[in-house]
């Protein structure tokens, strides 16, 4: 069953200034202080948290971060902060205390942001977004949405997090206090967090009392057992100091390693045209619903594409399943028409063997078309005819079958692979060919195409190339691929011709990891995240869309771990999952058309829940 935890608050979606209140007769006003005490309601707290941005203007802060890992060992880091959101302007240094030592600055001047590692010498320069110039943010108050600050959004440094205090004001849930105590030479209320499913808090908040920021926050493990996962500690603080202009400058030093700012977040669009579309051309959305509730059920559920561009839209639907989830789930694979969708699950309480299951989506049924002991995510041939899945014995063999939608023609062919490569895996099809590659230890070595009529196996190259997952176009007339160099750590995203000519370089980034990857539809665009780490050792996750020529490459989203990334089925908006954030994993949207970014809204649909491995039907 899967299981999330909170790391810590993440970026979850952008709000433009049409989507929020008027707080100018807010701001014209003096600001009235927190005024907390032990005393304080879970009410009073939560207002006082929602509206602690007025109360400062400028803010100068350091501290310590601290995660506590399962087996014992801690990371830990440092942060340094400048904060000046009326102008747009922020600087965070830090610096890994244990386990890491990279140093890291992010600044920005109000009009661009860099992202300096000092210790690899390196920047990568990024244009200040519109929709984060949003000053002293007061989020809506909308039932089930979360609004948090955009401005938090371009740092996403964990420390950074605790000024920003009206982002942890906005999940369902019930603050309770518990002493009064002294944090950074301020009063400081102690109070405990927990969401509104669970007995026992997730959260313990140590609240200034005057102006309601944090100045101290554990994090504690979701499965009930009071485990503390993470601890941030403010040391020292300083509210409305005057900084100099230079204080918000790329130091000189850097100014020659920064190019040009890498996309127009906010203000290019990626397609042109509207989102908006039939109901017919917007498919339907599937994905698992999981309750936070102990001795409730996963469930698989489905909304209409038509939510995705307006929340009037039919109802949350509750798929039938033929067995209780209670293992690791995995999104379904859909035919190309959509008629079916192929998944690989176990009805048995032990787990094994496991059955490859055909969904009829108009008749709701499902099929039984082939059991193994353990069996791969299945893949479906683009024309529709195939289902291609690796299976599993549970004692290091393995092999790769395909089988006709109708069940018949059940046959292995991998056994033309070189027995040296084995175990192999397998990346998806590339017109009547599966993509195999070996999972053997090595940069470099060969990328096979297996024929699905005989098994018939060829190499893909004439040369060795890197083993790298290569993703065919819809139209087959591209592979994109992640070309890493171990010696400089640079990822080099690249579209080629299939015959491995004319290679193009669309994106490049030093270190990190790139997963997963993309095409749009019409075989026109490429999506892909990319993970950077914090020094502590803490993800970030930046989702990019670029043509692939390699033009207008744009940064789209922002986040902490991205699981899939899925294009509507007119390629106008993309389904970004998010699978950690203060409420649970959830369903982003960006519209390519504007870059606003949403969560997924749909009558009966709650961010109570948790939803992952989503699918998008055609």
Known sequence: MKRLSILFLIFLTACSPASRPDHASFFNQTPVPANLSIDSTSEQIQRALWE??????????EGTVTWYMPDGSTQAAQEKIWLDPINSKFKVELTGVTNNPNRIIKLSDGVNIYDVNVTANQVQTFPYPDFARVGQY??????????????????????????????????????????????????????????????????????????????KLQQFSKDGSGRLE????????????AFEDNLFTLPAEYQALAPAPTSQMGSVPVVTGSGSTSAEEA??????????????????????????????????????????????????????????AAFSYSDQSN?????????????????????????????????????????????????????????????????????????????????????????????LGS???????????????ETALTKAQFIASPDAGFLAYDEYDYNTQVHAVKVMEPDGANAVTVASFTGGSIYPMIWSPDSSLIAFNYYGSFTGGEPTAEVYVV????????????????????FSPNGKYLLVEETTSISGGHLFLINLATLEQKILQAPGLSTDYDWYAPSWRP
Request: some cysteine; charged content about 15%; proline content about 9%.
């Open 283 to 340: 498919g339907e959305l599937y994905f698992f619903y999981q309750p936070r509730q102990p001795g409730q059920s996963i469930q698989l559920v489905k909304v209409s594409g038509v939510c995705v561009f307006d929340a009037n839209c039919p109802p949350l639907e509750v798929i039938p399943v033929p067995f209780p989830f209670n293992f690791t789930i995995n999104a379904l694979s859909w035919s190309p028409d959509g008629k079916y």
């Open 52 to 61: 602690s941005a007025p109360r400062w203007s400028t803010l100068q802060m």
């Open 138 to 215: 007061i989020p809506p108050l909308v039932e089930g949405e979360s609004y948090p600050n955009p401005i938090w959004g371009q740092i996403g440094t964990p420390l950074s997090n605790l000024a920003f205090a009206s982002d942890y004001s906005q999940a369902k849930g019930t603050f309770a206090p518990v002493a009064a105590e002294t944090v950074a030479g301020r009063e400081a209320l102690a109070a405990n967090w927990t969401f509104i499913d669970n007995s026992s808090p997730s959260l313990k908040l140590w609240i200034d009392t005057e102006i309601g920021i944090l100045l």
């Open 547 to 566: 043509t692939r020529t390699g033009k207008n490459q744009s940064l789209v989203y922002k986040g902490t771990t991205v699981g899939r990334l899925l």
């Open 351 to 443: 787990g094994t063997p496991t059955k490859l299951w055909l969904f009829d989506a108009a008749a709701k049924t499902w099929t039984s078309l082939a059991q193994f002991p353990y069996i791969d995510p299945p893949f479906w041939s683009p024309d529709g005819g195939w289902i291609a899945f690796r299976t599993q014995d549970g004692l290091g063999g393995e092999d790769v079958y395909v089988v006709r939608p109708d069940g018949s023609e059940l046959k292995s062919v991998s056994t033309d692979l070189p027995v040296e490569g084995r175990p192999y895996i397998m990346d998806g099809w590339y017109t009547e060919n599966i993509i195999m590659r070996s999972a053997l230890p090595g940069s």
């Open 447 to 461: 990328i096979y195409l297996v024929r699905a009529a005989n098994g018939q196996a060829r190499p893909m190259f």
């Open 230 to 241: 993470s601890e941030s500690v403010i040391d020292t603080i300083l509210f409305n100091p």
